[in-house]
């Protein structure tokens, strides 16, 4: 080895090893906001379902359900124009004892780090979650 080669590497592995790291840590950093969305979105549906079976009437239970689900997003950090929430119910009343509510919840997931480029955000992904709760006899 000569004199002009020594230390070279040490600065090929940082360099290769600087190039590798940054791929894999944004990596991780995009697959942990779409699990943070996940389980956004299933506490949010889930929240929303028990709350909606529980209101008075239907125009009340669903802006509960929309401020539960809104309240749920803004706890993850997610923006208000990325989620959106549906209702179904089994029967035409909503709200009939026995009748069963299904929430769905899905989020759009931002690409992190990534500049808007006047279409919006770059997504990531879209998650969904949804669950069902029956309106019970006594409320």
Known sequence: MTNGERGGAVVEFVLLGA?????VVY????VGTLQGASYAAA???DH??????RAADPASARANAEASVSLAMSDFAMDASAWIMNVACDRPACLEAGGVVTVTVGVDVPLPLAPDLGGGPLKAGRVGASASQVVG???
């Open 48 to 53: 929303a379902a028990k709350i909606f079976v």
């Open 43 to 45: 506490g949010a549906a």
């Open 27 to 30: 990596f991780v950093v995009t």
């Open 19 to 23: 190039l590798l790291l940054v791929p």
């Open 137 to 139: 006899r006594f409320r």
